[in-house]
């Protein structure tokens, strides 16, 4: 017998769908016989048919709805026709007569993706994405914000003509284009590991995204955890960081040692010194709080949480300081929006005037009369503590900070200890940011040298990936390790994470600084940006032939 398709159009009657297409597919078990549902509420649609259906379909609805326009031939039921006797409806009693019309609506997906160093996951995400919506026969259109800015940006008409926007990101992404529209959110996670699953959901769960009142006005958006904020202003600051960093580097370069004395002044190397040190570096901070703040409560959050930033700068309090801003004043304004209730006319001025007046009141006075001193005071002790570390106490933070780099390779455990080692940069630590990005590189090119190494233990299609897995090492993207741990994560993870501590233990015994916080192999060259290159180069490869041997012992002989 041919499959039977059905489709469920309940409406407000959710329950009583749901109810009607158990019924039928009990009924359909009974008879032997293959069934797909798809279910259509008002909340959207779960399990949608594929275009290329070809069996029995069946169209489900309350009485008096109106079957959609079908080319094929179709039998129109009611729900209580199909809960009173669904064997019967099965069978074709209570069936209407066929009808001729136009083909179920196909619905119209656009989406954002977009991650806190808008390298890989960004753009694994979007590949998820695109290859779900092939899968369930959708258009879609994808905009990855990446660490270049919008990759393929969508247009004022596509995102008008759009039934559905999917944002899966993990920082916050400017909502306010989407005013009026259908809109779900998610992290880069559900897109990559399941693109389909994910706009299935998302055709079910998306929320109308509410009208803002002027352009400038905060739109409104689902609340998101802390870690999402920072990661959020971690991504904003990354730029400051790299710029700052490399134009430092380069002045020591040009100048060596002594570039950022006063008897260097004139120098090119000098100039080079103050605009990375006093431009790039000294907006680290602020950036950091301004986005953290703008994540929590949109624009008007920038201003309070870039003031607060400067002030915790100023105050000493460095990279903790401006956390601590960027909560403050994120929070501080979304608690003020919601209060504040002007009449219309006047709605304008809270966006552009009360909230950012406000805000950066109630951020900078909180920050210098309770929270700046005892923050600067903590990351003072911190930084001695960390400048001091020698021996075992160096080894041990550089094997935590390296086990978490391998952990989740671009995940939460991941991203915790990259967001650490980048804020110290702000205060002039480099070595964990060192064993961070070696840490980081190891996974990826342990599982391209262990495919060279233990042939057997892997399948074809990881034999040709692997390739693109050390290019991944070489630039610091730990996420190129993913498909490989994905397919044998019990014994690839905990292999990973042993060379991965190993190389993050050796890079800081050794004192390796590192002043920018990405690159990886390409940034090595650069006078000044890495120190003890030697010692760090051979931890890399330290970690990598660990990881390596060890993944190719724990594994089994593919099949």
Known sequence: MSRIFAVVEAGESGVTGVLAGEALRKAARAEGRAIEIELRTAQGVVNPLPEDADGDLLFIAPEGMDSPAETRPHRRLT???????PAAALAGGGAKAAEAAVPLATPRIVAITSCPTGIAHTFMAAEGLTEGAR????????????????GNPLTPEEIAAADIVLIAADREVDRSRFAGKRVFTSST????????????????EAKQQAASATPTAPAAKERTGPYKHLMTGVSFMLPFVVAGGLLIALAFALGGIHANEDAAAGTLAHT???????????????ALAGYIAFSIADRPGIAPGMIGGMLAANLGAGFLGGIAAGFIAGYGVDALNRLIRLPKNLQGLKPVLILPLLGSLLTGLLMIYAVGTPVAMALAFLTDWLRAMQGSSALLLGLILGAMMAFDMGGPVNKASYAFSVGLIASQVYTPMAATMAAGMTPPL???????????????????ASGAAAVLGLAFVTEGAIPFAARD??????????GSAIAGAISMGA???????HGG???????????????YAGAIVAGTLVSAVLVGLLKRPAA
């Open 511 to 517: 004192g390796v600084e590192l002043k920018v916080p």
């Open 446 to 464: 342990a599982v391209a040298l262990a495919t060279r190494l233990f042939r057997n233990r892997f399948t074809t299609e990881e034999h040709e």
């Open 489 to 498: 994560p019990l014994r690839v993870i905990p292999a990973l994470m042993t």
């Open 272 to 286: 080079l010194f103050e605009i990375g040190a006093k431009g790039g570096f000294a907006l680290i901070v602020p």
């Open 521 to 535: 192999l390409f940034v090595l060259p650069i006078p000044g940006a890495v120190t003890h290159v030697a010692a």
């Open 135 to 150: 899968q369930l026969g959708y258009p879609i259109r994808v905009e990855t914000q990446g660490s270049v800015g919008a």
């Open 189 to 204: 996670k559900p897109a990559i590991t399941g693109g389909a699953k994910l706009i299935e959901r998302a055709l079910a």
């Open 79 to 85: 729900l209580e026709a199909v809960l009173a006797d």
